[in-house]
């Protein structure tokens, strides 16, 4: 049959504003996430990650949040700038093993 | 900043051919992957790579699909029998070797498109 695409949740912000994107993961046993970035034509690029020891953890511009009683993940980008445009993926590990499964992202556009 | 490199970043095959992939991981790591992210769908595991022997590999990597280290610096997928369904987007990736499980770091992807 053919395969449908997934939709893509889309967030868009003025440039300078915050942002805030969210993801939801599915296993209650996961304990390592990452979030990644990835632009048109690239590979994910890690952006910053979180373990479960903690319940967030701040980068240059970038929080993580996490949340495990309701198993969810945020990313806060602060003073958002064009060069933020991109795919946001959530990845998260079950430390059992080094695969990750990956969200299926959301669409950031800043507005300049 | 060391980086993943593969090639080609595009490669186009007949139906039926075989595909090497290659990537040159980071070179202080010791942990290899592959993923693939078909057209529009989300960035799915393959299998990892650790000690010169495959550690996890999900239900996609079946018997069409081998990994390798052939030297001292390349990684590679080899996929015979390249199907329509194998086209899309193939990125390694790298992760030290700790404890704990580490980020791992991708490379910029070769696109496959089999005719």
């Known amino acids: 049959g053919e395969s449908v695409g997934l939709h893509l949740p889309t967030l868009s912000v003025q440039e300078g504003d915050n942002s805030i994107i969210n993801c939801a993961y599915s296993?209650?046993?996961?304990?390592?996430f990452i979030w990644y970035k990835q632009e048109s034509g690239k590979g994910p690029q890690f952006i910053i990650d979180?373990?479960?020891?903690?319940d967030k953890r701040q980068g240059q511009r970038v929080t993580v949040l996490l949340n495990k009683t309701v198993k969810h993940l945020s990313l806060q980008i602060a003073a958002t700038q064009p060069g933020d445009s991109a795919v946001y993926f959530c990845?998260?590990?079950?430390?059992?093993?080094?695969?990750?499964?990956f969200g299926t992202g959301t669409s950031l556009t800043v507005i300049p | 900043e060391p980086e993943v490199t593969q090639t080609p970043s595009h490669q186009v095959t007949q139906m039926g051919q075989e595909v090497i992939l290659r990537c040159v991981p980071i070179?202080?790591?010791?942990?290899f992957y592959w993923y693939r992210q078909i057209l529009g769908q989300k960035v799915e595991f393959l299998v990892s790579?650790?000690?010169?022997?495959?550690?996890?590999k999900s239900e996609i990597f079946d018997d069409q699909f081998s990994v390798e280290r052939p030297d001292g610096s390349n990684f590679t997928l080899k996929i015979r029998s390249t199907k329509l369904e194998d086209s899309a987007m193939y990125f390694c990736?790298?992760?030290?070797?700790?404890?704990?499980?580490?980020?791992?770091?991708f490379g910029d992807g070769t696109r496959l498109s089999i005719l």
């Open positions: 296993n209650s046993a996961s304990d390592y």
């Open positions: 070179s202080n790591h010791l942990y």
């Open positions: 990845a998260e590990n079950v430390n059992t093993g080094n695969q990750f499964y």
């Open positions: 979180i373990r479960s020891n903690m």
């Open positions: 790579f650790y000690n010169n022997e495959i550690s996890e």
């Open positions: 990736a790298s992760s030290e070797a700790r404890g704990s499980v580490q980020p791992q770091h």
